[in-house]
């Protein structure tokens, strides 16, 4: 069922798409995958992360499909972008404001210290909640009730001191790596001023962006003297990269806003390229796939070599049950963009739906190129299952499903099914080696556990 009613195609649900840090998988945190966006969000990541040193390999940078106004990161070198910050934000140049933020926080070590500084926090709180309790085991209840009061008190000052130190940190790391990469700081300026606006209009609460990035006009203040003094103060977005960040806001909104608040945002009177993307996707959520089909065929007739606007054609075609249509718009989108993982997941994904022995054979071949470059994505390993699964080759399709879970964290199914898979493959051979790795590596962890 799965295999038929799940396509990897335009945006895509992290459930089982991709291996997120532990901390993401125990919050519960929702990824969304889109080649369109993660390639825009990568082009802005990638000449900061140098400019700071960093390796941009190394840095992460995932979609998260949350409306929240926020953008936060995590250890190692991980940065979250909120749908609704990117759908929020106006501009590229705003957007890559708050990613230097987050990536001064990479490049401060700030991540590391901040777990650090909970634990010293946490210390007086602890004692006194050790003080507290003693003093209500002698009679003295409400002596220790203010005792353990006062000791979170203390905890929350103490830690509160420590982020705005960070966050003031972040800020001046972000202005230096703007100007390096000869970028203007007034975006950033500008989200800053927006927060501090809202924040003084009494009750607007600005959720958990708020609290990890503290405004107010005091910040403003010294951001203002910074960006002042920058020489690239008055260097603007270029046209291109304006209107990709206007059609992956659009893209993004027709997928993740109500369907109701989408169309009030982009009306169909609005006849603009943006509009017309956003109406495609929330028409197909609708259901109205005749619609959704004549918004992006006018697309595709106006710029017929967009490999994007071919994908979310063949998700409507899927959509509408109708894999056999999705595939040709599927092989021109690879045919565009030969490189990009997630479009080979997607055409496999709609050969697989046929249930066709050659076309399953094509499928296997597309999906061994995405893994060849994200082996860690947990839903290419699944359809990679399937695809060995319909050409009756079950020791692969155990060897995959091996992956699929030593991947995803399961290394007990990960022995039983490398066990099923070694047992099968030729000796010696480089698959049958692959489960005896998986077998010993599974295996290690298992004790250590």
Known sequence: ???????????????????????????????????ETEEMLRSYETPLARAAGLDPEAVKVYL?????????????????????????????????????????????????????????????????MVAGVAAMIAGA????????????????????????????????????????????PMGMLRTFQRFAQQEAMSAYKINRFAVDHPVGQDRVADLEALVDASPFREVQDSPQSLRTYQMVQAKLAGFVLPVKDAMIRFPVTDTSAPARYARSLAYMRMPNFQKALAEIDSLIAEEPNNPYFYEVRGQIHVSMAKPALAIPDY????????????????????QLAM??????????????????????????????????????????????????NYNRGDMQKAIVFATRARAKLPQGGADWERAQDILGAASGLMRQR
């Open 331 to 350: 092989q021109k989108a690879v045919r565009l963009r030969p490189g990009a993982p997630q479009l080979r997941l997607a055409l496999a994904s709609a």
């Open 64 to 128: 998260v499909g949350d409306l929240e106004i926020n953008a936060f990161a995590m250890q190692p070198a991980n940065i979250f972008i909120c749908a609704g910050i990117l759908l929020w934000l106006r501009t590229p140049n705003e957007l890559i404001g708050v990613m230097a933020h987050e990536t001064g926080h990479i490049s401060g070590a700030h991540l590391t210290r901040g777990s650090f500084a909970i634990k010293q926090a946490m210390v007086p709180m602890l004692l006194s």
């Open 355 to 404: 249930e066709n022995q050659a076309l399953a054979g094509e499928a296997l071949q597309n999906l061994k190129a995405a893994l060849l470059a994200e082996n860690d994505d947990l839903f290419t390993w699944y359809q990679t299952a399937q695809a060995y699964s319909a050409l009756h080759n079950e020791p692969m399709a155990n060897l995959a499903t091996a992956e699929l």
């Open 1 to 35: 069922m799965l295999r038929k009613l799940t396509f990897a195609a335009g945006f895509a649900a992290a459930l089982l798409t991709c291996v997120l840090p532990a901390q993401v998988q125990a919050q519960g945190i929702g990824i969304l995958r889109d080649t």
């Open 141 to 184: 209840g409400e002596a220790g009730m203010a005792l353990m009061g006062l000791g979170q008190a203390v905890t929350a000052a103490r830690f509160a001191a420590f982020t705005r130190v960070q966050e003031s940190t972040a800020d001046q790391i972000a202005l230096k790596l703007l100007n390096a990469t000869r970028q203007s």
